[in-house]
């Protein structure tokens, strides 16, 4: 897949032509006044938004007799990351349609989109070479035939007679000298386009060509051994990568079964230390209570203590105030056994 797309804008006409002819100095002169940059900027920004693609070099060329574009494109569709292909006839045949579609709308106005045509495309290069032999061979022609007719003038006489139209005489014994004469002047003049080569040196051109095919055999045998060195140390590359692969994802699963046992480690330490903390709060809780229920037994103990001389006190001032006592009986009649207690005590005395 190259990475470059070169384009060549060039202009014709549907005129029949001859072989290699190209346009008129009218069509040439048509085009080289009326066709500007900024159309071929038009077709340059529809073919870049299209294609995702960018401009890298415009070249106007008027070396020729009709100016014509040169255009160099990535072949790197930057949207969508991927180099441009076109897989089969279908696909390059659609892909030429809509470049001359493209063509059609940037100069619209100016030119008409020509008939398809079978012949196939040319670079540059191609079509400059095409350009130069037509001009070349066309001014060949026109030398010959100058030449041709001066050399009949020189054994044909020109009659002319009232009844037949102007016409050439050519005398029999004059006919081998001019078919002679035709015959070296077309020979001298062909001799600057053709090359007569002997055997001798045929078969060495042969052999050249001979020991040139053997050379590049041997050069493609080399890059196919080394190609194939280079596909061997690919695989074997790609072995390792696979290798290294499966240690990554041994590992990677590893490090998932860490993650996870740490994961539910945290999780039990967590749990432990809240368990911990109420633990603690508890037993923060259940000293105090200790603390208050030996401050009570305290201080029931002083009470009972208290409790008990001022039981003895009322008793003593009870048992001298029979009055008092009576009283206290009727409104505690638990302390009748205190006083009974008391009074069997006296008697006994």
Request: charged share 35%.
């Amino acid at each position: 897949m190259s990475s470059f797309c070169e384009i060549i804008i060039t202009f014709g006409t549907d005129r029949k032509k001859k072989p290699k002819e190209g346009l008129s100095e009218e069509e040439s002169k048509f085009i080289n006044e009326n066709i500007r940059m900024d159309r071929v900027m038009r077709f340059i920004n529809a073919y870049c938004s299209k294609y995702g693609v960018k401009c890298l070099l415009i070249a106007e060329h008027n070396d020729e007799k009709t100016k014509h574009y040169q255009i160099i494109f990535t072949n790197y569709n930057f949207e969508k990351h991927a180099n441009l292909r076109f897989s089969g006839r279908a696909q390059t045949a659609k892909f030429g349609q809509e470049l001359q579609d493209m063509g059609t709308e940037a100069f619209e106005g100016q030119v008409l989109r020509g008939k398809s045509s079978k012949n196939r495309h040319k670079n540059l290069t191609q079509m400059h070479q095409i350009a130069s032999e037509y001009k070349s061979e066309k001014e060949l022609k026109e030398k010959i035939q100058k030449l041709i007719e001066a050399e009949a003038n020189k054994y044909m006489t020109k009659e002319k007679f009232l009844w037949f139209d102007e016409h050439f005489r050519l005398e029999a014994n004059k006919k081998e000298a001019y078919l002679s004469s035709l015959a070296n002047l077309v020979f001298e003049q062909m001799q600057e386009s053709i090359t007569i080569t002997s055997d001798e040196k045929l078969k060495e051109k042969v052999e050249l060509l001979a020991e040139q095919v053997t050379e590049q055999n041997k050069i493609i045998e080399e890059d196919k051994k080394k190609s194939i060195e280079v596909l061997k140390e690919k695989e074997q590359l790609e072995k390792e990568l696979d290798k290294q692969k499966d240690i990554q994802t041994s590992n990677d699963e590893e490090i998932a079964q860490l993650r996870h046992s740490l994961k539910t480690y945290t999780d039990q330490q967590a749990k432990i230390d809240k368990q911990n903390a109420l633990i603690e709060s508890k037993n923060r809780e259940n000293l105090s209570l200790i603390h208050k229920a030996k401050s009570l037994q305290n201080e029931n103990i002083a009470l009972k203590e208290f409790n008990d001389k001022s039981l003895g006190l009322l008793l003593e001032i009870a048992n001298i105030n029979p009055e008092l006592r009576e009283m206290i009986v009727n409104e505690m009649p638990e302390l009748r056994s205190k006083f009974a207690k008391d009074d069997a005590g006296m008697e006994m005395g």
